[in-house]
């Protein structure tokens, strides 16, 4: 059996740098709908989101996944 394709992951602190650096993590967690501790994982270069994931953060911020992760199209 073949291995499945590995799936596109985007950096999460992406997100983040959109947003004003004196931004509340509550105003970020708000605006995605999950919790502080989330953005403050986003916060940390290692994490990572899935293709589904970035697409449906992007479009909460009224944008392409494009506009955010310049290599979107990439896979």
């Not at 931004?23 to 605006?31: K, L, S, V």
Request: charged share 25%.
């Amino acid at each position: 059996m073949k291995r499945p394709k590995s799936q596109p992951r985007y950096p999460a602190h992406q997100l983040i740098k959109l947003f004003p650096a004196n931004t509340w993590a509550a105003q970020i967690a708000e605006t995605f709908n999950v919790n502080r501790s989330t953005v403050g994982r986003w916060n940390k270069p290692e994490t990572t989101l899935t293709q589904w994931e970035a697409d449906r953060y992007a479009i909460k911020l009224g944008k392409h996944p494009s506009e955010i992760w310049a290599d979107w199209f990439d896979c």
